[in-house]
């Protein structure tokens, strides 16, 4: 599976006013009417259980030179132990964290979740999104982080 590029997202939450996010790259779209989306989060990690409560989250698209956002909610440096440290973070109308400078986002409540296997699969209902910039996408392939500045258009032969 490691043979599949995805673009990579920060998936966050809120519960009682504390922020909680992680790095995503499962996520996809799922139907335009309604407007679904889905994420695909391991049963183990902390998020899990705190989208299961609060019912709601949302979908951050890093942009190519936000690697270290990646890394950071990743988990990839422990030394930092609060992963909004240092950042200026919208809300959304559900009340996750919108990361600043990030490709778009997408506002969602929970509309069903599904199990699969060790992942749980969480349908959201798009409630609101916003295209907040033109750049490259960040993109994860073979256990690597891969940006460009400029999507490059193929034209079928």
């Known amino acids: 599976m490691s043979q599949f590029a995805s673009g990579v ?3 966050t939450t809120q ?3 504390q922020h909680f996010g992680l790095t995503v790259s ?3 779209s799922l139907s335009l009417d309604p407007p679904l989306v889905l994420i695909c989060l391991d049963k183990k990690v902390h998020a899990h259980g ?3 409560q609060s019912k709601v989250f949302a979908v951050n698209i890093l942009r190519s030179d936000q690697v270290e ?3 950071r909610f990743a ?3 422990p030394e930092i132990q609060d992963r ?3 950042m200026t ?3 959304g109308v559900t009340g996750s964290p919108i990361l600043p400078n990030c490709l778009g986002w997408i506002d969602c409540n929970l509309w069903e979740r599904y199990d699969g296997g060790d992942h749980t699969i969480f349908v959201g209902e798009v409630l609101a999104s916003c295209l907040t910039g033109s750049a490259g996408p960040l993109l994860y392939h073979n256990r690597a982080w891969h940006g460009s500045t400029t999507l490059d258009v193929i034209e079928p032969s």
């Open 9 to 11: 997202t920060v998936v």
């Open 15 to 17: 519960l009682n006013g």
């Open 26 to 28: 499962a996520f996809t």
């Open 50 to 52: 705190i989208i299961e």
């Open 69 to 71: 956002v990646g890394i």
């Open 75 to 77: 988990g990839l440096r």
């Open 84 to 86: 909004f440290e240092g």
């Open 89 to 91: 973070c919208g809300t």
